[in-house]
């Protein structure tokens, strides 16, 4: 028997502290407007909210608050106004630039932190062949098995402090970079003048991105030795470092962690990265299974001590059916199919194929989060069957119409790769949601009120309340990583003003207040129906009720609220 945890109700606005002006002040500013009032209850803050290096929050070095974005005061602040937060709890790895990873750099073996990460080789110890780079190669079948977010091994070499190197298990990103030498640096062998030559070779190497212990020192390769460990004794990390759940050392950091964003107002944690979290030799090491289900099993007790609800984030197809078993284990999930079900509703006009989803999700009990755009890409992938066959909520075909829609219409994409670095799949596709429905501002406003009277949480990323389009410049300036800045303009205080003018953002926020205040949004779905080109969604609380009748070709659609046999009104938006 599982236990069902009561989920916090209401409109969640989604925003990093700096989305909107310079910090988050001038997020909680805008939300005291009298535009916002009762619009929001909720607010998943990103987690640049922390202090982090990398991964726009994602790489975090630890929960403490970034000052230069957040202050105490602000989080007060949205306390007052009744608003309740979510958080990002970054299960799988840390910062490279973590105390505890610091300090593992700082004294190897003797670290207590030695294995809060993965040694790799440690992990393989008899499961592969030793490279001549000093990698263990899983065994065959292993290696098959692996799921990868990017090409070759996920291993960062790391050096310890007898100059050994340790290759450490590394899912997400990962770089290494050297300071600038001068002569000064290697006057330890050398006298005085003599190592500017020297470190001119030594910086020449390291910007044609050749191995220093392969580099051709001329005269100086004599003291080789003595220039590689000084040359490495400074090497400099970037990177994510995945965690070692088999240490308790981690689970104390989790139960801490948890503690401490309770006491900054949250609500619900998102577990970010969670199907990575479990490894085990010969498995997937994504989801293994049973391992995953004992791990969410004992964070949830944690999480519960805290009075906190916990969010599984897991992008995988349909026809896998994880979010059906993380259902079914008591826990809330995101609806990453409701995205890409939208666009071909709205595109194609006709609401078969998210009917058919919506009265899964009311027949299961679901319990969701839905959001049309967010920090991240639009999850067309998810929609499909099991390596493209079996159960799916769109065919192959029309998902990938879908992707070939938003791709012309400015987006990109994203992609995952196999062991061998074969690229396997799309993994998302980045663009604003706007500009993924072809900048058609009645779409727009339909796919919001659909949203709203879906069952769920409904998540509004900043951007989409205020129409925003697809960033070019900003994506280009990202390079290899870019192309999620596509949808992460920062807004200024003229753009919100101008926004709030426009009829598109006064009607989304209508929309929104009317979902957290309508008694009928405490009840349930009661009726939902999709004939030919046309969507009716019916919520009903005693006799209070809520009705969307929307055209899904012409974009049109009434929303009709009030007490049966009572009081109704209808409002048109055409």
């Known amino acids: 028997m599982t236990t069902r945890i009561d989920l916090p109700n209401g409109v969640m606005l989604n925003a990093y502290p700096d989305s909107i002006g310079e910090k988050l002040s001038d997020i909680v500013d805008m939300l005291k407007r009298p535009e916002f009032d009762g619009v929001f209850s909720l607010f998943y803050i990103l987690p640049t909210i922390f202090h982090s290096d990398l991964d726009r929050g994602f790489s975090v070095i630890d929960y403490g608050l970034n000052e230069e974005l957040v202050s105490a ?52 110890a008899g499961r592969g062949t030793m490279g001549a780079d000093g990698h263990i190669v899983p065994n065959g ?41 001068e002569a000064a640096d290697f006057s330890s062998f050398l006298g005085a003048g003599e190592g500017e030559g020297l470190a001119a070779a030594v910086n020449s190497a390291i910007a044609a991105g050749v191995p220093i ?19 490495e004794s400074r090497r400099r990390y970037l990177g994510q470092m995945d965690l070692n759940a088999g240490s308790q050392k981690v689970w104390d950091f989790y139960d801490e962690t948890l503690e401490r964003v309770a006491g900054y107002g ?51 197809r349909y026809g896998e059916g994880l979010h059906e078993e993380v259902a079914a284990e008591g826990f809330p999930v995101y609806d990453f199919f409701f995205p890409g079900l939208v666009i071909d509703a709205l595109d194609r ?51 990938e119409a879908v992707v070939e ?28 949601f706007f500009s993924a429905l072809g900048e058609d501002e009645r779409k727009l406003r339909l796919a919001r009120a659909i949203q709203l009277f ?83 969604l019916r919520w009903r609380h005693g006799r209070h009720f809520a009705e969307l009748h929307a055209d899904l070709c012409n974009h049109h659609f009434a929303v009709t609220t009030g007490i049966e046999d009572g009081d109704i009104e209808t409002v048109a938006y055409n």
């Open 73 to 124: 005061n602000d989080l007060a602040g949205l306390d007052e106004l009744g608003i309740g937060l979510k958080f990002d709890l970054v299960l799988n790895h840390l910062s490279v630039g973590s105390p505890q990873f610091q300090d593992m750099l700082a004294n190897g073996d003797a670290s207590p932190f030695k294995d809060f990460f993965i040694d790799w080789n440690d992990f393989w």
């Open 141 to 181: 079948e292993d290696l098959e098995k692996l799921f990868m977010r990017k090409p070759g091994l996920p291993i960062l070499d790391v050096r310890f402090p007898d100059g050994s190197e340790r290759p450490y298990w590394n899912t997400f990103y990962q770089e290494v970079g050297y300071p600038e030498f």
């Open 213 to 231: 212990g392969e580099a051709d020192f001329g005269v100086f390769g004599a003291h080789r030795d003595e220039i590689v460990d000084i040359v």
């Open 266 to 316: 949250a609500r619900m944690v998102r577990l970010d990265a969670f199907a990575y979290l479990h490894k085990e030799p010969g498995q997937r090491n994504f989801f293994n299974k049973p391992g995953t289900w004992d791990y969410l099993a004992r964070l949830k007790d944690l999480a519960e001590k805290h009075g906190l609800v916990l969010l599984p984030e897991i992008h995988a």
């Open 349 to 399: 006009c006709t609401g078969a194929h998210l009917l058919d989803w919506v009265g899964e999700i009311e027949e299961k009990g679901i319990r969701t989060v839905n959001m049309l755009g967010c920090h991240d890409g639009i999850p067309v992938l998810d929609l499909g069957g099991r390596n493209g066959e079996g159960r799916e909520l769109l065919g192959e075909d029309d998902i």
């Open 405 to 432: 829609r938003i791709m012309a219409r400015g987006g990109r994409v994203k992609n995952l790769f196999g062991p061998d670095g074969r690229k396997i799949a799309y993994y998302q596709v980045n663009a604003t």
């Open 454 to 536: 879906m069952p769920g949480i409904p998540q509004v990323w900043y951007l989409d309340l205020f129409a925003g389009k697809n960033d070019y410049a900003a994506a280009d300036r990202g390079g290899t990583g870019g192309h999620k800045e596509i949808n992460r303009t920062t807004l200024t205080t003229a753009d919100i003003e101008a926004g709030l003018a426009t009829d598109v953002v006064r009607d989304q926020l209508a929309l929104m207040r009317l979902r957290n205040s309508a008694p009928a949004f405490a009840g349930s779905l009661v009726e939902a129906e999709a004939p030919e080109g046309r969507l009716r």
